[in-house]
C-alpha cells in the first residue's frame, strides 16, 4: 500500500507554481489542530484535514472515529475546543448552521429532513421564502430559482410533485436542490447511498460528478469501501478521533482503507453452511395492514421463518417493510390475516406478551425506537426485558441484575465504553448497536427481527453483527432481516422475499443472484422484463 499522507504535509493542491502561472487557489476547506471532548470521549484529537476546491473529499473511519463529530463541527452545530477552521482561505468561527450557510456550506443528512404533504418547491423554498410586499412567499421567484440550480448542476425535478409521491433516490435529490438554493458551493452527504438500491446509486454519483463540474465541492462520508473508491478524487482516513492520512483511490484498495480504518482485512457478510430445521418458528399468512385513508400499505403477505434460517427482505424503503415489521412485533394492528410463533396464534397479544414469548427485535432507529439517549448503558440494556429475570425480581426492578447484565453485554459483544455508568448519548453508533443486538441476544430468542441492522455503522461493528447472527442462526435462531444493504441480504440470508408497493413479489435464492440483479427486482423492472418475455 503506498504511503498515505501524513497530517500537517502540504497538500498537493497547495504545492508552489510555476514562475508566470496562476497562483494556486486556497482550499475550499482547511482544518488544523481540531479536537473536540465530551465527557470520558475525546472525539476529536488534533485532527488535520485539507480539502481542495472542486473536488469529492471522501471521509472514511469507524463509527467512533470522529466523522459524526467533525461534521457537525464544520456545519456549526458544535464548537471545536481548539483548532483553526479556514474556508477559502479564511479563518472563520461556525458558532452555528446559519454562519455556515453564509459562507457556502450545506449539509445533506442521512435521515432526510422533507414535509411529505408539501411540494418539491415548497419544501426547497422552506425556511428560505422570497418574499414579496405585504409578507407575501413569491412563490414565482422561488420557482425560478429553483429551476436555475436544477439545470446548472443536472438535478432534474418537478417542482410540483408532491414528495410523498417520489421514489427514495428522487428525495434525496430534493434535499441535495435544497442546499444548492440556499447559495450552498461546499456540500456535506452524510451517507448517501445507505437506502439507495445499485441502480439509484449510479444516478446519485452522477448527479455527484456534475456538481463537481458546475463547480462544487463534495464531501463524502461513507462506509461503502467500494463506493468511496469509485466517487472520490481523495480520500482521508480517522481512526480513534486522529487523522490516519489522505490517500487517492488509484493507490489503494477497499483491503488497504480497510486495514488503515480498523487495522484488518474488510469483512464479508457469508451465512455458511445451510442451518435451515423443519420447525416453523414465525408464521405470517395472508397479513393486511391498513395505512392513511384505509389504503393497505401491507397485502396479503405470507412467509415463513424456521428454526436455523434468516429470511432477508430487500425492498425500496416505502414498500412496506417497516409496516410488516411493526405487525410482527405488536406495534401495528393488522386488519387482516395471522401470525403465529412458536405455534401460538400472536396475532392480538400485546407487544409484552410477545417479547416474553422470545420475540428479539433490532429497531431500524436506534435512537428513536432502541434507545434512551439520556440514560446510562446499564438501563439501557433493560429496554423491553425489564419484566424478565435478571432485570426484576417479582414486582421490583433488580438493580444488581442489571449492571451484571449490562456488564456481560459490555464484554460479549465488546461494547467500548469507559464504564456502564456512561449515557448512552456518550457511545458512537456502532457501539451503540452493539448494545441493542448484545440487549437483545443474551435474552435467547427464539425469533430475531432485524431491522436494518447494520446501518450507519463501520466495517469492524458490521462483523461483529454478522457475526453474531450466524452464530445465532447455527443455534436455531430464526431470524427475519430487514436491509438496505443488498450485500448483506445476499451474504447472510437463506431467502429473499421482495417486497413492493406493500406485496411479496419475488422469492430468490441468493446464491443465485447479485446486488444489481435484486436491485432491479426492488424497483419493479425485473418484474417488467419477465413479464414482456413471457408474452
Given amino acids: 500500500m503506498p504511503q498515505a499522507e501524513t497530517p500537517g504535509s502540504e497538500p498537493r493542491s497547495e504545492q508552489a507554481t510555476e514562475?508566470?502561472?496562476?497562483?494556486?487557489?486556497?482550499?475550499?476547506?482547511?482544518?488544523?489542530?481540531?479536537?473536540?471532548?465530551?465527557?470520558?470521549?475525546?472525539?476529536?484529537?488534533?485532527?488535520?484535514?485539507?480539502?481542495?476546491?472542486?473536488?469529492?473529499?471522501?471521509?472514511?473511519?469507524?463509527?467512533?472515529?470522529?466523522?459524526?463529530?467533525?461534521m457537525k463541527i464544520l456545519y456549526g452545530m458544535q464548537?471545536?475546543?481548539?483548532?483553526?477552521?479556514?474556508?477559502?482561505?479564511?479563518?472563520?468561527?461556525?458558532?452555528?448552521?446559519?454562519?455556515?450557510?453564509?459562507?457556502?456550506?450545506?449539509?445533506?443528512?442521512?435521515?432526510?429532513?422533507?414535509?411529505?404533504?408539501?411540494t418539491v418547491l415548497e419544501n426547497v423554498i422552506l425556511g428560505a421564502e422570497p418574499m414579496r410586499a405585504l409578507g407575501?412567499?413569491?412563490?414565482?421567484?422561488?420557482?425560478?430559482?429553483?429551476?436555475?440550480?436544477?439545470?446548472?448542476?443536472?438535478?432534474?425535478?418537478?417542482?410540483?410533485?408532491?414528495?410523498?409521491?417520489?421514489?427514495?433516490?428522487?428525495?434525496?435529490?430534493?434535499?441535495?436542490?435544497?442546499?444548492?438554493?440556499?447559495?450552498?458551493?461546499?456540500?456535506?452527504?452524510?451517507?448517501?447511498?445507505?437506502?439507495?438500491?445499485?441502480?439509484?446509486?449510479d444516478e446519485l454519483f452522477s448527479n455527484i460528478r456534475d456538481l463537481k463540474a458546475g463547480g462544487a465541492t463534495v464531501l463524502f462520508i461513507d462506509h461503502k469501501l467500494d463506493e468511496v473508491l469509485e466517487?472520490?478524487?481523495?480520500?482521508?482516513?480517522?481512526?480513534?478521533?486522529?487523522?490516519?492520512?489522505?490517500?487517492?483511490?488509484?493507490?489503494?484498495?477497499?483491503?488497504?482503507?480497510?486495514e488503515m480504518m480498523i487495522g484488518s482485512e474488510l469483512p464479508k457478510p457469508d451465512a455458511g453452511a445451510s442451518t435451515v430445521t423443519d420447525e416453523a418458528a414465525l408464521e405470517v399468512s395472508g397479513l393486511r395492514v391498513l395505512g392513511e385513508s384505509d389504503r393497505p400499505v401491507v397485502d396479503d403477505v405470507s412467509l415463513?421463518?424456521?428454526?436455523?434460517?434468516?429470511?432477508?427482505?430487500?425492498?425500496?424503503?416505502?414498500?412496506?417493510?417497516?409496516?410488516?415489521?411493526?405487525?410482527i412485533i405488536g406495534t401495528a394492528e393488522s386488519a387482516q390475516g395471522s401470525i403465529r410463533m412458536l405455534g401460538r396464534d400472536i396475532t392480538g397479544s400485546s407487544v409484552r406478551a410477545r417479547r416474553e414469548l422470545g420475540l428479539g427485535y433490532v429497531p431500524q432507529?436506534?435512537?428513536?425506537?432502541?434507545?434512551?439517549?439520556?440514560?446510562?448503558l446499564w438501563e439501557n440494556s433493560t429496554l423491553g426485558h425489564q419484566t424478565e429475570e435478571p432485570y426484576s425480581r417479582g414486582p421490583w426492578l433488580?438493580?444488581?441484575?442489571?449492571?451484571?447484565?449490562?456488564?456481560?453485554?459490555?464484554?460479549?459483544?465488546?461494547?467500548?465504553?469507559?464504564?456502564?455508568?456512561?449515557?448512552?448519548?456518550?457511545?458512537?453508533?456502532g457501539n451503540q448497536q452493539?448494545?441493542?443486538?448484545?440487549?437483545?441476544?443474551?435474552?435467547?430468542?427464539?425469533?430475531?427481527?432485524?431491522?436494518?441492522?447494520?446501518?450507519?455503522i463501520d466495517v469492524g461493528a458490521q462483523a461483529a453483527v454478522w457475526e453474531h447472527i450466524r452464530n445465532a442462526r447455527a443455534e436455531g435462531l430464526a431470524t427475519l432481516l430487514v436491509s438496505a444493504d443488498l450485500e448483506e441480504l445476499i451474504g447472510l440470508s437463506d431467502t429473499i422475499v421482495v417486497m413492493l408497493r406493500g406485496r411479496l413479489v419475488a422469492r430468490l435464492d441468493p446464491g443465485e443472484i447479485t446486488p444489481r440483479t435484486l436491485g432491479a427486482y426492488m424497483t419493479g423492472a425485473a418484474l417488467e422484463t419477465e413479464v414482456s418475455a413471457s408474452e
Fill in 398 to 429: 433488580n438493580r444488581e441484575g442489571m449492571r451484571s447484565r449490562a456488564e456481560q453485554i459490555k464484554s460479549q459483544f465488546d461494547v467500548r465504553t469507559p464504564n456502564i455508568d456512561l449515557s448512552a448519548h456518550a457511545l458512537s453508533g
Fill in 19 to 70: 514562475p508566470g502561472s496562476e497562483p494556486a487557489r486556497a482550499p475550499a476547506i482547511e482544518l488544523a489542530g481540531i479536537t473536540k471532548r465530551f465527557p470520558g470521549v475525546v472525539a476529536n484529537d488534533d485532527i488535520e484535514l485539507t480539502v481542495a476546491e472542486g473536488e469529492i473529499h471522501a471521509i472514511c473511519g469507524e463509527n467512533g472515529a470522529g466523522k459524526s463529530t467533525l
Fill in 136 to 201: 407575501r412567499i413569491d412563490f414565482n421567484a422561488g420557482r425560478s430559482h429553483l429551476d436555475e440550480v436544477s439545470r446548472a448542476y443536472g438535478l432534474d425535478i418537478n417542482a410540483d410533485d408532491l414528495v410523498e409521491t417520489l421514489e427514495v433516490g428522487e428525495r434525496q435529490r430534493v434535499e441535495i436542490i435544497k442546499v444548492l438554493f440556499r447559495g450552498a458551493k461546499i456540500l456535506i452527504l452524510d451517507e448517501p447511498t445507505a437506502v439507495l438500491v445499485p441502480q439509484e446509486v
Fill in 365 to 376: 432507529d436506534r435512537h428513536q425506537d432502541g434507545l434512551l439517549l439520556g440514560f446510562s
Fill in 304 to 327: 415463513t421463518v424456521h428454526r436455523g434460517e434468516v429470511v432477508g427482505i430487500a425492498g425500496v424503503e416505502g414498500n412496506g417493510q417497516a409496516e410488516l415489521v411493526n405487525a
Fill in 434 to 456: 452493539k448494545l441493542i443486538v448484545g440487549r437483545e441476544m443474551v435474552a435467547d430468542p427464539a425469533v430475531f427481527i432485524a431491522n436494518h441492522p447494520t446501518r450507519g
Fill in 231 to 258: 466517487i472520490a478524487d481523495t480520500i482521508t482516513v480517522l481512526r480513534q478521533g486522529r487523522t490516519v492520512g489522505a490517500v487517492k483511490p488509484d493507490e489503494v484498495t477497499a483491503r488497504d482503507l480497510a
Fill in 79 to 118: 464548537p471545536p475546543d481548539s483548532g483553526t477552521i479556514k474556508i477559502r482561505g479564511e479563518t472563520v468561527e461556525l458558532h452555528s448552521p446559519a454562519r455556515a450557510i453564509e459562507l457556502g456550506i450545506g449539509m445533506v443528512h442521512q435521515h432526510f429532513m422533507l414535509a411529505d404533504q408539501l
